[in-house]
């Protein structure tokens, strides 16, 4: 049996495996919550402490190799149970994206969300970049990637777990390179699967059974165990891949505002 891989080691391989594979390796560093040189002053500030936290193992650490991938990507994907709350985003001219949320894991960025939500916060706000095979990033009101802030005022860390990844589809809280930079921004994960970058995943190492749930999932697995996972689309995925489609500028702004009229919070049912 190969031996443990711990997440120092599962970054390593995340981050060299990448390196090569054209422009998308390029697009891992662009999902932030500032541009290249400036940072949300609040986010910049924060001295909130839930930093990096893994829920799976207080070491950071878990047999890679025998976990249940499969019963996991299950979980995620599965549509919601009824009355479980969920969200429905309406897209100006694209139509509706609706996400189930994973506040067992992710409380805080959960209730960021929402609360934003259900405030309007996030109404009339723009998908501001858009990557066609990797996300589109919305949820800051400055509309260029530097704005935004938390429910509290002030960033917050990451809340990670071996069970939740960047699949097709995932809902992620994007961030800056310094810790305890979460604000207002997210991302929706909308590549597809690569058979180039599923093999240089085999070829570094990484556990067959992640390798297999991304061959049938899709996603960005260099997003896996770095970014906040706390929701997932189960409905409305076709808006994504438009929205993912737009023509954009040198800066992967959308030429043509994509605007999100509003959130809505709401109970399931079928």
């Not at 909308?190 to 991304?214: F, M, R, V, W």
């Not at 808006?239 to 992967?252: F, G, H, R, W």
Request: glycine letters at 8%; a negative charge.
């Amino acid at each position: 049996m190969k031996k443990i891989l711990s997440l120092t080691i599962i970054i390593m391989f995340l981050l060299v495996c990448l390196t090569g594979c054209g422009n998308k390796t390029e697009n891992v560093s662009k999902i932030t919550s500032s541009n290249k040189n400036s940072v949300n002053s609040s986010n910049n500030s924060s001295t909130n402490t839930n930093t990096n936290t893994n829920k799976e193992s207080d070491d950071s650490t878990v047999e890679l190799d025998s976990y249940d991938f499969a019963k996991a990507a299950e979980t995620q994907m599965k549509l919601p149970e009824v009355g479980e709350q969920i969200a429905i985003m309406h897209v100006k001219d694209y139509g509706d994206i609706s996400m189930k949320f994973f506040p067992e894991i992710a409380p805080k960025a959960v209730e960021n969300f929402v609360t934003h939500a259900k405030n309007g916060y996030y109404n009339g706000l723009t998908f501001h970049r858009v990557i066609n095979e990797f996300m589109i990033q919305g949820g800051d009101p400055l509309g260029n990637g530097t704005g935004g802030e938390s429910i509290w005022g002030e960033g917050f860390g990451t809340e990670l777990d071996y069970s939740l990844v960047p699949y097709r589809g995932s809902l992620c809280m994007a961030m800056s390179s310094l810790p305890n930079s979460i604000g207002s921004q997210f991302f929706i994960t909308q590549a597809n699967y690569s058979k180039e970058i599923g093999d240089t995943l085999k070829q570094y190492g990484y556990p067959q059974g992640l390798i297999d749930q991304y061959q049938k999932n899709g996603g960005y697995l260099s997003l896996y165990m770095q970014y906040t996972v706390f929701g997932q689309v189960f409905q409305g995925m076709d808006v994504v891949d438009q929205i993912a489609k737009v023509e954009t500028d040198s800066n992967d702004k959308p030429k043509t505002d994509v605007i999100i009229d509003s959130i809505e919070i709401t109970d399931y049912s079928e």
